[in-house]
């Protein structure tokens, strides 16, 4: 749903997990900041806290943005989504169905690893040790893409 055309955009996936120390949250919203400055198109699930609060430095900008939903898509939009689709900044993309209602581990597994695929780089805030972004990374690292972790 939304602008398809933003998918021939250079994109930067956003990966972080749900808890994080407090100091890279900070230095989080910098870099959303800084791609919001750079009119970069990031590519996210915006799901954790840490994610929407990306999203919200993000939409306040002009550039393109990719939802990348663990789940079908919604029937209705946030205002702030709204307006971005309405702007043609917004794409939301998914693999799943309508019929897929609730975002379970191995659908955000499934999300992140499409967002991994369609992304020339990967930024990382963080990734708790032994957890699910970890372990994408470690797989993802042999495919040569660029990432980056604070």
């Not at 191995?106 to 999300?111: D, I």
Request: with cysteine.
């Amino acid at each position: 749903m939304g602008n398809k055309q933003i998918l021939k955009n250079y994109k930067i996936a956003f990966l972080c997990s749900r808890k994080c120390p407090s100091d890279i949250i900070l230095k989080t919203y910098d870099w959303a900041i800084e791609q919001r400055e750079k009119g970069n198109c990031v590519i996210s699930g915006f799901h954790s806290k840490i994610e929407k609060d990306v999203l919200h430095y993000l939409l306040k900008g002009t550039q393109s943005v990719i939802l990348a939903l663990a789940r079908g898509l919604k029937k209705r939009l946030e205002p702030g989504l709204e307006e971005a689709l309405n702007k043609n900044r917004l794409l939301l993309i998914t693999p799943f169905g309508r019929e897929v209602e609730r975002v379970t581990t191995e659908t955000a597994n499934q999300r992140n690893r499409l967002m991994a695929e369609l992304a020339g780089e990967i930024f990382v805030a963080y990734a708790s040790q032994g957890g699910n972004i970890e372990k994408l990374i470690a797989d993802i690292s042999r495919t040569g893409k660029n990432n980056f972790i604070l």
